[in-house]
């Protein structure tokens, strides 16, 4: 059985090979990944078997960065190091933030809702 990242030898549309530039978000999560890489809190291989384990319908709908959000929220909750409630009053505080100011969508934010 193929995992969502297996995709070699599949049809697919094509592929845009422009660098983008990253957005503030973006550089924060690779950040962070960079720092609890260094410290040995989650290895390159766990975090490759988290993303990977997102199942075929969120890998593919979600982003690169989007995909290495939801891996990284659910590795510090099995490690005991943030809890689920905590990480999820933060989302909606951000949220609530960024609907406020205009930043978010929140119909389409509900349409796309994993």
Same mark, same amino acid.
């Given at each position: 059985? +193929? ?46 078997? *988290? ?7 969120? *890998?593919? +709908?979600?982003? *690169?960065?989007? +995909? ?44 796309? +809702?994993?």
């Amino acid at each position: 059985m +193929r995992g969502p990242h297996d995709v070699g030898g599949l049809p697919d549309g094509p592929v845009d090979p422009e660098t983008h530039a990253l957005t503030f978000w973006e550089k924060q999560i690779d950040a962070l990944r960079g720092v609890i890489g260094a410290k040995k809190i989650v290895l390159t291989d766990e975090n490759r078997r *988290y993303v990977e384990g997102l199942g075929h319908d969120a *890998y593919d +709908r979600l982003t *690169y960065y989007q +995909r290495w959000t939801a891996a990284l929220s659910r590795q510090m909750v099995d490690k005991g190091i943030l809890p689920q409630d905590e990480i999820d009053a933060r989302v909606a505080e951000i949220r609530e933030r960024l609907a406020a100011d205009g930043e978010l969508d929140i119909e389409a934010l509900a349409r796309d +809702r994993i």
